[in-house]
C-alpha cells in the first residue's frame, strides 16, 4: 500500500489519522493495530506516539478526522516539575527508593533519565538473558524482560520479586536499544559504581552485545566491573560485550550443554585477557568432562574447577599448564587428588618433592632458571597450585 500513495499524501495527517481509523475499526488490540499498519505501510511510516493518540481519541468517541494537534493547550506536566522538588520528593519514597524507581523514573521522560542518570547506581548483581524476541535485566531482586512487538514497538514488563509485584508497559523503540540503554545506564552511573558481578546466562545475542558495544564507544566515561560470570562461549557475542569494558578483574567461564572450547573461543579469551589485563579467569568443568584446558591459551592466571576428573586426565592438564609460557598462576580445584597414585604419575613429569616441606614440590622448567612451585592440599578443600617462580628471585 505505501508504494501506492505519494510522499505528499503520506504525510498528510487526515490521510495518516484515516489509516489508523480503519485499523480502529477492525477490533484488534492497539498492538496489534499499529503492528499492521507498519507491515502494510512499512516500519519507518509512523512512530507508535502518535498512532496511540488518535487510537486513544477513537476510543473516546472522538472521531473528527481534521483535528489539528498543533492547536493543544500546552499543560504544564510533571516534567516539568524542578530538579530539586523532585528529588525531595523521590526522598520521602523509602531508603530503597533508587532500587524500587530506578526504571521506572527513567521510562517517564527524556527529562526523568537524566535526573536518574545522575544518580549512583545501587545493583551489585546484573543477569542477561537473551531469547529470540526477548530480552531479560535482573538488577539484584528487579527484572525487567523487553519484549519486540514489532520493529519500533516494545513491551517491558517490570518485576519486584521481593514484593512480588509485576506491572507492563508499552514504549516506541525497538526492544534491544531499549535494553541497552537502561543497562548502560546502570554500568555508567558516576560516583566510581562497578557492578560486583556481571552474568551473561544462556546464549547471548549478538545484535544486543553489538548495540551494546556501539552505544558504550559514544560515552565519555569508562565502564569497569569486578567479575563477569559467563555461561556461553560464543565467540562474536563475548568479544562485543567485554570490549565495552574498560576493565574486567574477573572472568568466571561456566560452559552449559556440552559447549566446547574451540579454537576460536580461545582466541577470543586471548584477545580479551591481553586487552583488559584480567586477573583471574576461572574455569568450570562438568562431571566427566574429558575436554582439556588448550596449551595456548594465554592466560597468565586461572583457576580450573572439577566436580569430577580422573588422575589420567588431570595428569594431562598439569602437563599442558607446566608447558604454558604464559601461564603464572594457576589453581586446581577437585574433590580428591589421588594421593598416591597421582604422586606415581608426577614423576613422568618430572615433578620433584621438595625436601622437609610437606605437600610442596617443584617442576625445573627446562633451560630456564624458573620453576614451578608445586602445593598440593587434601581434605574439604582439596585442590593444587602451581605458582612460577625463579631461582634467581
Same mark, same amino acid.
Given at each position: 500500500?505505501?508504494?501506492?500513495?505519494?510522499?505528499?499524501?503520506?504525510?498528510?495527517?487526515?490521510?495518516?489519522?484515516?489509516?489508523?481509523? /480503519?485499523?480502529?475499526?477492525?477490533?484488534?488490540?492497539?498492538?496489534?493495530?499499529?503492528?499492521?499498519?507498519?507491515?502494510?505501510?512499512?516500519?519507518? #511510516?509512523?512512530?507508535?506516539?502518535?498512532?496511540?493518540?488518535?487510537?486513544?481519541?477513537?476510543?473516546?468517541?472522538?472521531?473528527?478526522? =481534521?483535528?489539528?494537534?498543533?492547536?493543544?493547550?500546552?499543560? *504544564?506536566?510533571?516534567?516539568?516539575?524542578?530538579?530539586?522538588?523532585?528529588?525531595?520528593?523521590?526522598?520521602?519514597?523509602?531508603?530503597?527508593?533508587?532500587? =524500587?524507581?530506578?526504571?521506572?523514573?527513567?521510562?517517564?521522560?527524556?527529562?526523568?533519565?537524566?535526573?536518574?542518570?545522575?544518580?549512583?547506581?545501587? /545493583?551489585?548483581?546484573?543477569?542477561?538473558?537473551?531469547?529470540?524476541?526477548?530480552?531479560?535485566?535482573?538488577?539484584?531482586?528487579?527484572?525487567?524482560?523487553?519484549?519486540?512487538?514489532?520493529?519500533?514497538?516494545?513491551?517491558?514488563?517490570?518485576?519486584?520479586?521481593?514484593?512480588?509485584?509485576?506491572?507492563? #508497559?508499552?514504549?516506541?523503540?525497538?526492544?534491544?536499544?531499549?535494553?541497552?540503554?537502561?543497562?548502560?545506564?546502570?554500568?555508567?552511573?558516576?560516583?566510581?559504581?562497578?557492578? *560486583?558481578?556481571?552474568?551473561?546466562?544462556?546464549?547471548?545475542?549478538?545484535?544486543?552485545?553489538?548495540?551494546?558495544?556501539?552505544?558504550?564507544?559514544?560515552?565519555?566515561?569508562?565502564?569497569?566491573?569486578?567479575?563477569?560470570?559467563?555461561?556461553?562461549?560464543?565467540?562474536?557475542?563475548?568479544?562485543?560485550?567485554?570490549?565495552?569494558?574498560? %576493565?574486567?578483574?574477573?572472568?568466571?567461564?561456566?560452559?552449559?550443554?556440552?559447549?566446547?572450547?574451540?579454537?576460536?573461543?580461545?582466541?577470543?579469551?586471548?584477545?580479551?585477557? &591481553?586487552?583488559?589485563?584480567?586477573?583471574?579467569?576461572?574455569?568450570?568443568?562438568?562431571?566427566?568432562?574429558?575436554?582439556?584446558?588448550? %596449551?595456548?591459551?594465554?592466560?597468565?592466571?586461572?583457576?580450573?574447577?572439577?566436580? /569430577?576428573?580422573?588422575?589420567?586426565?588431570?595428569?594431562?592438564?598439569?602437563?599442558?599448564?607446566?608447558?604454558?609460557?604464559?601461564?603464572?598462576?594457576?589453581?586446581?580445584?577437585?574433590? %580428591?587428588?589421588?594421593?598416591?597414585?597421582?604422586?606415581?604419575?608426577?614423576?613422568?613429569?618430572?615433578?620433584?618433592?621438595?625436601?622437609?616441606?610437606?605437600?610442596?614440590?617443584?617442576?625445573?622448567?627446562?633451560?630456564?632458571?624458573?620453576? /614451578?612451585?608445586?602445593?598440593?592440599?587434601?581434605?574439604?578443600?582439596?585442590?593444587?597450585?602451581?605458582?612460577?617462580? %625463579?631461582?634467581? &628471585?
Amino acid at each position: 500500500m505505501a508504494s501506492k500513495l505519494d510522499e505528499a499524501t503520506q504525510k498528510d495527517p487526515k490521510t495518516r489519522a484515516t489509516l489508523i481509523f /480503519f485499523q480502529f475499526q477492525s477490533g484488534k488490540s492497539i498492538f496489534a493495530g499499529y503492528k499492521e499498519l507498519c507491515k502494510r505501510m512499512g516500519s519507518k #511510516f509512523m512512530d507508535y506516539p502518535e498512532f496511540e493518540f488518535w487510537w486513544q481519541r477513537f476510543s473516546a468517541d472522538n472521531f473528527d478526522l =481534521e483535528y489539528d494537534r498543533s492547536q493543544d493547550p500546552k499543560y *504544564r506536566t510533571i516534567t516539568d516539575m524542578p530538579v530539586q522538588v523532585f528529588e525531595k520528593i523521590c526522598e520521602n519514597l523509602g531508603d530503597n527508593y533508587k532500587e =524500587e524507581y530506578w526504571f521506572t523514573f527513567r521510562h517517564v521522560s527524556k527529562s526523568f533519565r537524566t535526573i536518574i542518570d545522575s544518580w549512583k547506581a545501587p /545493583f551489585e548483581t546484573i543477569r542477561v538473558y537473551c531469547y529470540r524476541k526477548s530480552i531479560i535485566l535482573e538488577f539484584d531482586t528487579f527484572q525487567f524482560t523487553y519484549l519486540k512487538k514489532s520493529e519500533k514497538l516494545s513491551e517491558i514488563t517490570d518485576t519486584n520479586k521481593r514484593a512480588r509485584s509485576e506491572k507492563k #508497559f508499552a514504549r516506541s523503540g525497538n526492544y534491544q536499544d531499549l535494553a541497552a540503554d537502561d543497562l548502560l545506564s546502570v554500568l555508567v552511573s558516576p560516583g566510581g559504581y562497578k557492578p *560486583r558481578q556481571l552474568i551473561i546466562s544462556e546464549k547471548f545475542d549478538n545484535g544486543f552485545a553489538q548495540k551494546l558495544l556501539d552505544k558504550s564507544r559514544n560515552l565519555a566515561t569508562s565502564i569497569d566491573v569486578d567479575t563477569v560470570v559467563l555461561s556461553c562461549i560464543d565467540s562474536i557475542p563475548i568479544k562485543n560485550i567485554l570490549n565495552a569494558f574498560q %576493565s574486567i578483574k574477573k572472568i568466571d567461564i561456566l560452559p552449559e550443554n556440552g559447549q566446547k572450547f574451540g579454537q576460536e573461543f580461545v582466541d577470543t579469551i586471548n584477545e580479551i585477557t &591481553a586487552l583488559k589485563n584480567v586477573e583471574m579467569i576461572e574455569i568450570s568443568l562438568g562431571n566427566g568432562d574429558n575436554n582439556l584446558i588448550p %596449551s595456548d591459551l594465554k592466560i597468565p592466571k586461572m583457576t580450573l574447577n572439577f566436580i /569430577f576428573v580422573t588422575a589420567e586426565n588431570l595428569l594431562r592438564i598439569i602437563k599442558i599448564l607446566l608447558q604454558s609460557p604464559h601461564l603464572q598462576y594457576c589453581r586446581l580445584d577437585m574433590y %580428591s587428588t589421588y594421593k598416591t597414585r597421582l604422586l606415581q604419575m608426577w614423576k613422568t613429569l618430572g615433578i620433584k618433592k621438595i625436601p622437609k616441606i610437606p605437600n610442596m614440590y617443584k617442576y625445573q622448567i627446562p633451560d630456564s632458571d624458573e620453576f /614451578f612451585e608445586i602445593e598440593r592440599v587434601l581434605g574439604n578443600d582439596s585442590h593444587i597450585t602451581l605458582t612460577r617462580k %625463579s631461582s634467581s &628471585a
